[in-house]
T-cell receptor, first 114, second 114 residues
Framework: AQSVTQPDIHITVSEGASLELRCNYS??????LFWYVQSPGQGLQLLLK??????LVQGIKGFEAEFKRSQSSFNLRKPSVHWSDAAEYFC????????????FGSGTQLTVLP | SQTIHQWPATLVQPVGSPLSLECTVE??????LYWYRQAAGRGLQLLFY??????ISSEVPQNLSASRPQDRQFILSSKKLLLSDSGFYLC?????????????FGPGTRLTVT
C-alpha cells in the first residue's frame, strides 16, 4: 500500500525567504504526486501535480516541486514566500485503481513572519 | 467549468441526533466522488468513495454511511452522532476515465457534536 510522509509538522519562515517543504512517498510503481494547500476553514486547493516527464513541475502561486525517484521525494519549493502563503500544505500520492484514490500526508503548517 | 458545493457550511448537533451532509458537483458527468474527514490538527481520512450512482465503497468502519442518489450528488449520513464524529468534512470529485488522478475539493462542512 502507498504512504506519504511529511516529516515537518510546522515550519516558520520570514516573508521573502525561500521555502522547502519535504514529502517522501512509498509506492511500488510510478507515482502520481500532488501538493495541495489549505487555508484555515477552507477546502484544499491543488497547487501542482506530477505524472511523468520533466521531474521539475511548476504550479500556481509561484510554487514548484521536484520529483526525485532515487530519494522517493517530491519536495515543494518557493523562492520567496509571501505572507499570504501561510497555510497548511498536504502532499498526496495517487493509487492505481478505478476510483483513483489519493493517500495524503499529515500536512505541514506554514507560518510566515513579517 | 466545474464547481463543487457542500452544505451546510457549519453544523452543531447533539450526540445521538441524525446527520445529513450534502455535496453536489456541477459542470461534469459521472465523476468519482469522495468523502473525507479531517480531525483537528490531523490529515485527511478517506471515509467513502463512489464511482457511480448507487456504488459506494467504505474505507473506515464507523456509524456513518454514504449514498449517491444522483450522478452528481453525494450524501453523508448518520442515524446517531457520536462525539468522535466532530470534525471537518470534505467532499471531493475527480474525473472518470481520465489519466489524471487529481481531486478537486469542496469548501467543507464543520461539524461539532455536543
Amino acid at each position: 500500500a502507498q504512504s506519504v510522509t511529511q516529516p515537518d509538522i510546522h515550519i516558520t519562515v520570514s516573508e521573502g525567504a525561500s521555502l522547502e517543504l519535504r514529502c517522501n512517498y512509498s509506492y511500488g510503481a510510478t507515482p502520481y504526486l500532488f501538493w495541495y494547500v489549505q487555508s484555515p476553514g477552507q477546502g484544499l486547493q491543488l497547487l501542482l501535480k506530477y505524472f511523468s516527464g520533466d521531474t521539475l513541475v511548476q504550479g500556481i502561486k509561484g510554487f514548484e516541486a521536484e520529483f526525485k525517484r532515487s530519494q522517493s521525494s517530491f519536495n515543494l519549493r518557493k523562492p520567496s514566500v509571501h505572507w499570504s502563503d501561510a497555510a497548511e500544505y498536504f502532499c498526496a500520492v495517487g493509487a492505481y485503481g478505478s476510483a483513483r484514490q489519493l493517500t495524503f500526508g499529515s500536512g505541514t503548517q506554514l507560518t510566515v513572519l513579517p | 467549468s466545474q464547481t463543487i458545493h457542500q452544505w451546510p457550511a457549519t453544523l452543531v448537533q447533539p450526540v445521538g441526533s441524525p446527520l445529513s451532509l450534502e455535496c453536489t458537483v456541477e459542470g461534469t458527468s459521472n465523476p468519482n466522488l469522495y468523502w473525507y474527514r479531517q480531525a483537528a490538527g490531523r490529515g485527511l481520512q478517506l471515509l467513502f468513495y463512489s464511482v457511480g450512482i448507487g456504488q459506494i465503497s467504505s474505507e473506515v468502519p464507523q456509524n456513518l454511511s454514504a449514498s449517491r442518489p444522483q450522478d452528481r450528488q453525494f450524501i453523508l449520513s448518520s442515524k446517531k452522532l457520536l462525539l468522535s464524529d466532530s470534525g471537518f468534512y470534505l467532499c471531493a470529485w475527480s474525473p472518470q476515465g481520465h489519466l489524471s488522478y487529481e481531486q478537486y475539493f469542496g469548501p467543507g462542512t464543520r461539524l461539532t457534536v455536543t
